[in-house]
């Protein structure tokens, strides 16, 4: 069974094609506790680094260089997709991101990977 990863921004309200809401970022939204938010989720471990966020938003980065060094990280640890990877495969998922214009961020490359992800056969879940 095929399954959609979407991105939304956090605030945006719930809808009932999201599957599970993870919040998908290194800091917390501003001014909300994460218990008023319609989250199922927060998945810290899947963010880029906050070195290589510093470097891009400093403009250290192109966003070429950025990616490449994003999918560095995961490769090299790659169980920081797991927990996404699990929920992806129990329906469809929806990556939250503090960020205004989450079609414009990085999490658009973490979707790439985890479809990329799901669609090997490398991928099994954890055996329950």
Excluded at 15 to 30: K, N
Excluded at 48 to 73: T, V
Aim: a negative charge; aromatic letters at 6%; glycine letters at 4%.
């Amino acid at each position: 069974m095929k399954h959609k990863i979407a991105i939304k921004w956090i605030y945006a309200a719930k809808e009932d094609q999201d599957g599970a809401r993870i919040l998908v970022d290194s800091v917390s939204p501003h001014s909300r506790e994460l218990h008023d938010l319609d989250i199922d989720s927060w998945c810290q471990t899947a963010a880029p680094s906050s070195g290589l966020k510093r470097q891009l938003s400093k403009g250290e980065l192109d966003w070429k260089s950025f990616a490449h060094a994003y999918r560095e990280e995961v490769h090299l640890q790659p169980q920081k997709l797991a927990s996404l990877l699990e929920a992806a495969n129990q329906g469809n998922l929806t990556l939250l991101t503090v960020e205004r214009d989450p079609e414009q961020t990085w999490l658009l490359l973490l979707k790439e990977m985890l479809e990329t992800r799901l669609k090997s056969t490398l991928y099994s879940p954890t055996p329950d």
